[in-house]
């Protein structure tokens, strides 16, 4: 007989002759009170998931995250509106598609209208902007680090007036960066009404920014994979809900109010030719990473002879704006966002002298743009410098093999996704935003094989995008991690046990002291080499007046605090 069958014979279940109907309803009624314990346990835990559901104020968090993308998607209409409408001033034309009428123009108004907006964005950074420059993607990714601080509304409005200015008049460099930062401080302004915990602070932020990319580039998807893999720098679940409601909200309201669904560039249905172009895809990448590593470092080398420089800082701006005009005069295609020149290249349409020389002009241009002080980000003039990358090594592969090679403007789109993803240390949101902006999602392999390529060779070179280089300037790390982070940000004032009344300090050694200001890098290596499991913290400024006190367990609770709270935010 089977061991797991039960026997039939009602002896030889232990019961008694006769009462086999008894046994079976007891047994019965056993299942049914188990049965509805069990009822009872998934009720309860339901209640209790919902119960969390409403303590963690999700509700709240999707409905701010609603308003918060249609009114970035709002916002940025209103910038793109803003460029048009300072443009027209010096062009007559509102059309981000600007060559024809810049060719019609003297040389002295195109000089005149980069001189001329130099000046004003000059004024702005000296006399109203915080940190006498615009923001862009580096402070947002800094507030979000921060918990949603560092980055104020107005502020926000300000830089987007200066990055309108620089861009309706000239300047080379992307209107998309100064978006996301605009998007950005305006859901922080949302998050401090609401009084919002950091997490949920951080998760707006994110919110802003899906939203202003998704209404930029007019795609959705790109915008969500962006605020969680440049932004909040992690995948979470609890993140992902309102990030979409965002993003999804800002296209609509950008498509109602101004694009309509359409992709920004309308290009022609490119293929692959031959799989056996597969090892000249993987050629593109590596020359698009050489392409990228050339751009940053031009970034970095014109940044830092700005600031060796010294002149007023509102006479900055108007220097550049005066060598931007020059080059403007000869070659117009490097002037403002550059789309124009971009969806020439995916087209097919330049010969190849002449995508290598803007290649050239356009690194040369931007790094004097963002060195001026000027508004503006990285992304457009990326996404151009791969488009003209893609488009000349594509005409010079069909040259090599003819019979193989595919139409150069497929490359243009390889290149534009390699050159960006490199640069923006985002290959996954680049690489769906090149999709989502060409429509070309059956080059879906080869793109995937020229962004790893250049993105894993650019890393190799620079160890970081340039974002973060820019946050490494400011002594802001987080390319190493967040225990790196809260070493070098956490003060020992937020961690330490404060006297109720300042006193003189006396007979302790110095090496025994800390500062109140001191990072909790400090502290802990005060322990490490002190060997005490206390140490005194004085006031920065009157090092002889003692405030309070540390111990090596306070130092430590803190910190493993810190990095608990972080990994239950990343994996929720």
């Not at 907006?117 to 006498?132: A, C, E, K, P, Q």
């Amino acid at each position: 007989m089977d061991g797991g069958a039960e026997p039939s014979d009602p002896q030889e279940r232990g019961e008694a002759p006769g009462r086999a109907p008894a046994g079976r309803f007891m047994r019965l009624l056993r299942k049914l009170q188990a049965g509805q314990g069990w009822v009872r346990t998934t009720y309860s835990r339901t209640g209790e998931n919902i119960l969390a559901f409403l303590a963690d104020r999700n509700p709240v968090m999707w409905l701010f995250a609603l308003a918060v993308g249609a009114a970035v998607g709002a916002a940025a209409v209103v910038f793109r509106l803003g460029i048009g409408a300072v443009q027209w001033l010096w062009l007559g034309e509102f059309s981000e598609y600007t060559l024809d009428a810049i060719a019609a123009q003297p040389w002295w108004r195109i000089v005149a209208a980069t001189t001329v907006g130099g000046l004003v964005v000059g004024l702005l950074n000296t006399y109203v902007l915080t940190g006498r420059r615009p923001g862009g993607v580096a402070d947002v990714i800094e507030a979000s680090a921060r918990g949603g601080h560092g980055v104020s509304a107005k502020n926000g409005l300000w830089s987007a007036l200066a990055t309108v200015i620089s861009l309706g008049a000239g300047a080379s460099a992307g209107r998309e960066g100064p978006v996301v930062h605009l998007g950005a401080t305006l859901a922080v302004g949302l998050t401090r009404i609401a009084q919002l915990s950091p997490q949920a602070g951080r998760i707006i932020l994110a919110c802003g920014a899906a939203s202003a990319i998704s209404a930029s580039f007019n795609a959705p998807i790109a915008g969500v994979l962006f605020a969680h893999e440049v932004i909040l720098r992690h995948y979470a679940v609890s993140a992902f809900v309102p990030i979409v409601i965002a993003s999804v909200s800002g296209t609509l309201v950008a498509r109602l109010l101004f694009i309509g669904d359409v992709a920004a560039f309308q290009i022609p249905q490119y293929s692959i030719g031959s799989y056996w172009e597969m090892p000249a895809f993987a050629l593109l990448g590596v020359v698009a990473a050489g392409v990228a590593i050339t751009f940053q470092f031009a970034l970095i080398v014109f940044d830092e002879t700005a600031r060796q420089i010294r002149m007023p800082a509102w006479f900055r701006p108007v220097l550049g704006g005066l060598i931007v005009g020059t080059i403007g005069v000869f070659v117009p295609e490097i002037l403002s966002v550059g789309y124009e020149a971009t969806d020439t290249a995916l087209h097919g349409h330049f010969a190849m002298t002449t995508m290598i020389m803007l290649v050239v002009v356009k690194i040369l241009a931007t790094a004097i743009t963002l060195a001026s002080r000027f508004g503006g980000g990285i992304f457009s003039p990326s996404l151009y410098l791969g488009a003209m990358t893609g488009g000349a090594f594509g005409l010079i592969a069909a040259m090599a093999f003819p019979e193989l090679a595919s139409q150069h403007g497929l490359y243009a789109i390889l290149g534009m996704g390699a050159v960006a993803s490199a640069l923006l240390g985002a290959p996954i949101s680049t690489t769906v935003i090149v999709f989502e902006l060409t429509g070309g999602y059956a080059l879906s392999i080869a793109l995937l094989l020229t962004v790893s390529i250049a993105t894993g060779l650019h890393l190799a070179v620079h160890g970081r995008s340039y974002f973060h280089y820019q946050l490494e300037t400011r002594g802001i790390v987080l390319a190493s991690g967040p225990h790196r982070y809260f070493l070098k940000t956490i003060m020992v004032s937020s961690f330490m046990t404060a006297r109720p009344e300042p006193e003189p300090l006396v007979d302790v050694a110095e090496s025994n002291t800390l500062r109140s200001n001191d990072t909790l890098e400090t502290a802990l290596r005060g322990f490490n080499d002190t060997g005490a499991d206390l140490l005194y913290v004085v006031d920065p400024r009157e090092r002889g007046t003692l405030v309070g006190t540390v111990s090596h367990i306070q130092a430590l609770r803190a910190y493993n605090r810190l990095l608990v709270e972080t990994s239950e935010e990343e994996h929720k």
